[in-house]
């Protein structure tokens, strides 16, 4: 089944403390994306890559890293989370960025830093 | 800075047809314009693209006029499971375009 799997689902932490969370697709896509979501503000791009080792920053990558060293995954990385990154956060992924190619998205990740 | 341009909420009533309309003024002459649907806790999911005049599939419609500087989804007799978040999307060309803006959703209810 062609899917974008994200873990952890849910995740409550204390400022501070590094936290990943991965993301992984199997429909062999070049282009992965990471968006957060916060009441009022929709979806809000935090970087995306086009290919391996190709990324770039959205509109929203402080206080974020990502990683694409293999084609099928791309971790979030928060080296020091803080309360403002509290959110719903998405990957997705695509044949390509633009042309229209649709995205497919994970479940979603739940993070609460208190 | 391309940025998208909705009305916030929307209310129908089972059966009748919705429309949508999104602005984007600075779509660039190649990008394409892409709905998605959300329902609550879950991923968004496509829903249509188009690049201009119109498009139909299955489950919606979608206007584009000449200057494409706006869009409309068309989501014919609307049922309650309708009832979700829909958003239009474009590129950005700070990113060539493959940074793609979100705009922040219409949420949509279908009453009985």
């Known amino acids: 089944e062609a899917q974008v799997t994200q873990n952890p689902r849910y995740l409550i932490t204390v400022t501070g403390k590094k936290l990943t969370v991965t993301c992984s697709q199997n429909?062999?896509?070049?282009?992965m994306s990471w968006y957060r979501q916060d009441p009022g503000l929709g979806l809000r791009q935090i970087y995306y890559?086009?290919?391996?080792?190709?990324?770039d920053k959205g509109d929203v990558p402080e206080g974020y890293k990502v990683s694409r060293k293999e084609k099928r995954n791309f971790p979030l990385i928060l080296e020091s989370p803080s309360p403002n990154q509290t959110s719903l956060y998405f990957c997705?992924?695509?044949?390509?960025?633009?042309?229209?190619?649709?995205?497919?998205f994970g479940d979603g990740t739940r993070l609460s830093i208190l | 800075l391309a940025k998208t341009t909705q009305p916030i909420s929307m209310d129908s009533y089972e059966g009748q047809e919705v429309n949508i309309t999104c602005s984007h003024n600075?779509?660039?002459?190649?990008?394409?314009i892409t709905w998605y649907q959300q329902f609550p806790s879950q991923g968004p999911r496509f829903i249509i693209q188009?690049?201009?005049t119109k498009v139909t599939n299955e489950v919606a419609s979608l206007f584009i006029p000449a200057d494409r500087k706006s869009s409309t989804l068309s989501l014919p007799r609307v049922s309650l499971s309708d009832t979700a978040v829909y958003y239009c999307?474009?590129?950005?060309?700070?990113?060539?375009?493959?940074?793609?803006?979100f705009g922040a959703g219409t949420r949509l209810a279908v009453h009985p």
């Open positions: 429909m062999n896509h070049e282009y």
């Open positions: 999307l474009v590129g950005d060309e700070s990113g060539g375009y493959n940074k793609l803006i």
């Open positions: 890559s086009m290919n391996v080792e190709v990324t």
């Open positions: 188009g690049y201009k």
């Open positions: 997705a992924s695509s044949f390509a960025g633009r042309d229209g190619q649709p995205q497919h």
């Open positions: 600075n779509i660039a002459t190649n990008d394409y």
